[in-house]
């Protein structure tokens, strides 16, 4: 049944924080524009806010990566009136309030808040714009998934796993990180693994949802990978089974065994545990401004390439690279002159190293190297700080070893100068202030094909996660102090997983005599984001009907091509393109599922002080929803409600039970 409605139904799959966020910037926007109701349903099948990654009863030892003070939900900073759309604190205020419990209220904004504390935080946020919202908008929370999205009479129709329908003249999807089907490789571990008594094989996942309980103790378990997850899955196999990190008498830090733990055996291509972050000096509200990586820098740089090739797609490694390296070499060198000579003579070397560069005059350049004393600085090479291990071997385990505690030993002292005082430090954490300005290089075809599958995601990325989207210091010195006591061993670079008759094999052919076997493989790895390979119902329904489709970066007439595995959109509001190049005016797709389509979308909050990137993407789209929004439309009436649902509307969560409301 049809009838003429004045209501606008917006949806959101997805309430984590991009959900969130999108939540956030459609009630500011509504809190200006009194007019007909909206209703805005938001499907989560874990707790609203926090989603799955985020969720509250993660355990304490698993670490945000992003100082406290750096992190806000909330549009706009807090003010006289209750936190609400537009205006609330920062999760470190928050914590300084007392909002995750008195044992956090001393963290300082540069600490690295516990991420269980980042879901509560989270959890509130959502209590908070629900509470506050503005009298036309009701807002239905329910926790389940969307398995199905189709159209009909013109609108969109929402179909959960509980069992509800939903009709929507708008769908957003912020559907986060996915669980992806197993490749070829990986069904062959897991195929292994079924075929043998006590080996198990653990696929890669966020740590919190990673089932580590079977692991035994003093069983060999390997570890794929050595980024941020594998920092996790240590974590939970040593502090999580009783072990505790102390002093030693110099003051380094020192790990006492609980007995409980298992033997550890990890490793990655690199060989390296990701390196610290420098000390937080930066002030919340920090932004830097480029100097070389510019719009205009690459506005000519494309003007170039078509003059060149007939297409304003750049190639990484030729025009963007030597701009970012400019950018890190301007911060690296100016702040080893503000350190030896003062803040004028800074500035100083600063304007003559921005001449230098533009009319490249390296002779000058040279000449003010020695003027301003820092001749003797080493340059730094990004991927030599990244791939310290490149072409070397080592007679055994503990030679490499050896190697590692000394540079982890010396990235740590780095790390301490800071990340404004420290030379080293400053100039790679220059690289997180400036993926605004990458992003508007690479996103949406910014990239000639092959440039941007080989150079950009194959080389730059893993370089660029590993030198300056690394944990804070204290990890890395926790590490040290894992292998130091012998419960963590690193396998060494160029890592080889085989199979075994009693489990797998773990190797590295750079480090003699290192062969061992494991009775559990762990992947701490998060899987790649690909439509092809989502393993979500909904994600395959929508590609195999058509809705959405998988960008291809492809440059006309030259046969280049790269399939991205990303969900295909337009530019802001970035609306779905369907398998008919079409663009979708009501389905909107935002965050990890168009990774690859746009750059490092992954990050899961906004910044306190002018509005940051993260909200901007979300206030594109409620501009946009809220544009289109007609005082009429022609639809089926009302939302199916399934037995036995638990639905939150407004501040009332109501339990429906054969059709009837039933209050709680």
Not at 163 to 182: E, M, N, Q, S
Not at 484 to 505: C, I, K, N, Q
Not at 581 to 586: E, I, K
């Amino acid at each position: 049944m049809s009838k003429t409605r004045s209501e606008l139904v917006v949806a959101i799959t997805g309430m984590g924080p991009r959900g969130l966020s999108v939540l956030e910037r459609l009630l500011v926007r509504l809190a200006d524009r009194p007019g007909p109701a909206v209703s805005i349903w938001v499907v989560d099948p874990g707790e609203p806010g926090a989603g799955r990654i985020w969720r509250t009863d993660q355990p304490p030892w698993f670490l945000m990566n992003t100082a406290a003070g750096e992190v806000s939900m909330y549009s706009g900073d807090p003010d006289d009136g209750p936190p609400r759309a537009g205006a609330g604190p920062s999760l470190h205020q928050w914590l300084s309030a007392g909002g995750a419990g008195p044992q956090w209220t001393d963290m300082g904004e540069s600490g690295y808040a516990p991420r269980a504390c980042y879901g509560k935080y989270l959890r509130d946020v959502f209590d908070n714009l629900v509470a506050h919202k503005p009298d036309h908008v009701t807002v239905h929370s329910v926790q389940s998934r969307v398995e199905r999205v189709e159209r009909r009479d013109g609108r969109l129709r929402l179909v959960t796993r509980s069992g509800r329908i939903v009709f929507a003249d708008k769908l957003v999807l912020t559907t986060g990180h996915p669980v992806t089907v197993p490749g070829a490789e990986e069904r062959a571990l897991i195929e292994h693994a079924a075929g043998l008594p006590d080996v198990r094989y653990v696929r890669g996942d966020s740590a919190a949802d990673l089932d580590l309980a079977p692991v035994r103790a003093g069983e060999p378990v390997g570890v794929v990978g050595l980024g941020l997850t594998f920092l996790d899955v240590v974590m939970a196999l040593t502090v999580g089974r009783g072990g505790e990190f102390g002093s030693g008498p110099s003051g380094d830090v020192r790990y006492r065994p609980s007995g409980r733990e298992p033997r550890i055996f990890a490793g990655s291509r690199s060989g390296l545990p990701m390196l610290a972050r420098g000390v937080n000096q930066k002030a919340p509200k920090y932004r830097y401004e480029p100097r070389f990586l510019t719009p205009g820098a690459l506005a000519e740089a494309r003007r170039r390439a078509r003059r060149q090739t007939g297409s304003a797609q750049l190639d990484f490694r030729r025009d963007v690279l030597p701009l970012l390296q400019l950018e890190v070499e301007h911060v690296y060198y100016t702040t080893l002159v503000r350190d030896r000579a003062g803040e004028e003579a800074a500035a100083q070397f600063a304007r003559v190293h921005l001449a230098c560069a533009r009319r490249r005059r390296s002779e000058v350049f040279e000449k003010a190297l020695v003027e301003f004393g820092i001749a003797h600085a080493v340059p730094i090479d990004l991927e030599r700080t990244a791939r310290p291990f490149s072409g070397r071997h080592w007679t055994g385990r503990d030679e490499f070893h050896r190697h590692v505690l000394g540079l982890l030993r010396d990235d740590l002292a780095e790390a301490r100068q800071g990340n404004v005082h420290g030379p080293v430090k400053a100039a790679l954490d220059i690289l997180r202030d400036l993926r605004g300005a990458v992003r508007a290089a690479v996103d949406h075809g910014g990239l000639r094909p092959g440039s941007h599958r080989d150079d950009f995601l194959g080389w730059f990325t893993p370089i660029n996660t590993m030198v300056s989207a690394g944990p804070p210091a204290v990890r890395t010195a926790q590490v040290r102090a894992l292998v130091e006591a012998g419960v963590l061993h690193l396998a060494g670079p160029s890592l080889r997983v085989g199979l075994a008759p009693g489990g797998f094999l773990l190797d590295s052919p750079q480090v003699e005599d290192t062969a061992q076997v494991v009775t559990t493989l762990i992947d701490a790895r998060i899987p790649r984001p690909s439509v092809r390979h989502d393993a979500s119902p909904l994600t395959r329904q929508l590609l195999a009907d058509g809705l959405i489709s998988e960008y291809v970066n492809a440059t006309p007439g030259t046969g280049d091509r790269f399939a991205t595995g990303a969900v295909a959109t337009t530019r802001a509001p970035f609306h779905a393109i369907g398998a008919d190049g079409r663009a979708h005016p009501d389905l909107y797709v935002l965050g990890i599922p168009t990774e690859n389509l746009r750059w490092f979308t992954q990050i899961g909050n906004g910044r306190p002080g002018p509005l940051s990137a993260f909200h901007a993407d979300a206030d594109a789209i409620a501009a946009d929803v809220l544009a289109g929004s007609a005082t009429t439309a022609a639809g089926p009436a009302g939302n199916g409600f399934a037995h036995g649902e638990k639905v939150h509307v407004g501040r009332r969560l109501v339990c429906v039970a054969g059709g009837d409301h039933g209050r709680r």
